[in-house]
């Protein structure tokens, strides 16, 4: 089981979002995601995020937030535990990112980009300010099958 971070960084109404174009064998390849990565060794939640937003961005995060713990399991990859983050302060300017694409895109318009269907179950989450919530989503291949949101499962019109 592998542990990652994964944040929304907001600025003036926008989310500095990732368009995954540039790395091989990326199981994200082609959509659009938030920043953050995989834990290295001895690393929590925080110091992966912070480390992850800086390398992938070249932002320092000067305010952000825990907002939930999201599970991914897949017939194909191996089983993901995400912290989930958001993000409104920062220093620093953005530069170029060796996985893909940065781009401020106005929050209304993120769930228009191609992404999993399982980010929207969870970018709602953000959207609705919900507490601190915990989220299991499981796929076949790139099918969202199920999601379980605080331990409830999710009818098909609410993912």
């Known amino acids: 089981m592998k542990n990652t971070t994964l944040c929304y960084i907001e600025k003036d109404g926008s989310y500095l979002m990732l368009h ?12 659009w995601i938030g920043v953050g ?13 912070l480390r992850e937003v800086r390398e992938e961005t070249g932002l320092a995060l000067t ?9 991914f399991v897949s017939d194909e990859w ?3 535990i995400m912290h989930l983050f958001t993000a409104d ?3 620093g300017e953005a530069h170029a990112c060796d996985e893909g694409d940065l781009a ?6 993120v769930e228009s980009l191609p992404l999993w ?33 605080n331990g409830r499962k999710l009818p098909l019109s609410e993912r």
């Open 104 to 109: 401020w895109v106005p929050i209304p318009q």
């Open 89 to 91: 302060a920062f220093t």
């Open 20 to 31: 995954r174009t540039k790395k091989r064998a990326d199981a994200n390849a082609g959509k």
């Open 78 to 80: 191996e089983t993901e």
């Open 63 to 71: 305010r952000y937030r825990p907002r939930g713990i999201v599970t």
């Open 117 to 149: 269907d399982g980010d929207r179950v969870f970018l709602r989450q953000l959207a609705a300010d919900a507490p601190f919530f915990s989220l299991k989503l499981v796929y076949k291949g790139d099918e969202l099958k199920e999601a379980v949101l």
């Open 37 to 49: 990565g995989k834990f290295e060794p001895d690393e929590s939640p925080d110091d992966c995020l």
